[in-house]
């Protein structure tokens, strides 16, 4: 079983205007949540990422089907993600780029990142 390191410190923003939350643990790195509004072209996930990222995930709460990929996602060659599905997890760094689209109607997704 993996020791775990106590947290000295916690350190809590509300919201800011992008409507993120951003959450720094010490000895852990830091957490930022955020809401992004996928549109019919292709739309940046997060539009800005936190720096030193290592992974993020995504979860769609909305009612319509956001589809995940490179800058040149679209429906039919995205990976799907609907409500019902588990959050979507990456090993992913800040230097690297996930778009989202929708067929029409703009969805809100959830990210969590952590550095």
């Known amino acids: 079983m993996a020791t775990k390191k106590p947290i000295d410190t916690f350190e809590y923003n509300k919201f800011n205007t992008e409507g993120e939350v951003k959450v720094a ?5 830091s957490v930022l949540s955020t809401k992004v509004d996928i549109i019919s072209t292709a739309t940046l996930i997060p539009s800005s990422s936190l720096t030193d990222r290592k992974s ?8 319509y089907t956001v589809y995940l990929g490179g800058s040149g996602v679209s ?41």
Request: proline share 6%; hydrophobic share 35%.
């Open 25 to 29: 643990l010490s000895n852990s790195g």
């Open 75 to 115: 429906t039919t060659n995205g990976f799907p993600i609907s409500s019902a599905d588990s959050p979507v997890e990456f090993n992913i760094s800040d230097n690297s780029d996930i778009y989202g689209i929708v067929v029409s109607t703009a969805s809100s997704i959830r990210i969590i990142e952590f550095s």
């Open 56 to 63: 993020m995930s995504i979860r769609n709460p909305g009612l």
